[in-house]
T-cell receptor
Framework: AQSVTQLGSHVSVSEGALVLLRCNYS??????LFWYVQYPNQGLQLLLK??????LVKGINGFEAEFKKSETSFHLTKPSAHMSDAAEYFC????????????FGTGTQLKVEL | DAGITQSPRHKVTETGTPVTLRCHQT?????MYWYRQDPGHGLRLIHY???????DKGEVSDGYSVSRSKTEDFLLTLESATSSQTSVYFC???????????FGPGTRLTVL
């Protein structure tokens, strides 16, 4: 079984401040991990993914995430928030085989304030 | 990104009526998925398909059926819609070479 926990359903930061969105996973086999972003009334867009290569993964729009096996974490960061980063962010885990199904966290709504 | 479209984009229907949602992809992806999104739950898998006529249940499959007669099309049917099926439905297809799912724009379904 696999699961994802996203700590904090709402996160608020000031423009220019560090963005940190937390994700912890549980998986019985080496996982693949993903961050998706959803802007209002839109579908999900892939930000970045970890598939057992480099532990520090860089994605689009200046985001990056670090896979830490010892902490079972895959936190999403961005050094300087921009107003356009306001959206909902989802962490997800999958594994090869078994339909390659994604299990999502419940999402974190990011608000960026002036 | 994969070319995934969903139809209709919005639908309002009444309890007890059948509803079919369509997902169409142009990338020849083998795997396709249907999810529902509800506040506080994230996205939950309803059904998925691993090839033409090959489908399997997901986490929340009760009250839903699917069909896949062509690689490019994956249909989700609510045989008799209930108010608890009011949700936003997303389709996705998986690119084998990158192990990545790409999502459609969603269908907002309201069951009155």
């Amino acid at each position: 079984a696999q699961s994802v926990t996203q700590l904090g359903s709402h996160v608020s930061v000031s423009e220019g401040a560090l963005v940190l969105l937390r994700c912890n996973y549980s998986s019985s086999v080496p996982p693949y991990l993903f961050w998706y972003v959803q802007y209002p009334n839109q579908g999900l867009q892939l930000l970045l993914k970890y598939t057992s290569a480099a532990t520090l993964v860089k994605g689009i729009n200046g985001f990056e995430a670090e896979f830490k096996k010892s902490e079972t974490s895959f936190h999403l960061t961005k050094p300087s928030a921009h107003m356009s980063d306001a959206a909902e962010y989802f962490c997800a885990v999958s594994r090869t085989g078994g339909g390659n199904k994604l299990t999502f966290g419940t999402g974190t709504q990011l608000k960026v304030e002036l | 990104d994969a070319g995934i479209t969903q139809s209709p984009r919005h639908k309002v229907t009444e309890t007890g009526t059948p509803v079919t949602l369509r997902c169409h992809q142009t990338e020849n992806h083998r795997y396709m998925y249907w999810y529902r999104q509800d506040p506080g739950h994230g996205l939950r898998l309803i059904h998925y398909s691993y090839g033409v006529k090959d489908t399997d249940k997901g986490e929340v499959s009760d009250g839903y059926s699917v069909s896949r007669s062509k690689t490019e099309d994956f249909l989700l049917t609510l045989e008799s819609a209930t108010s608890s099926q009011t949700s936003v439905y997303f389709c996705a297809s998986r690119q084998d070479s990158t192990d990545t799912q790409y999502f459609g724009p969603g269908t907002r379904l309201t069951v009155l």
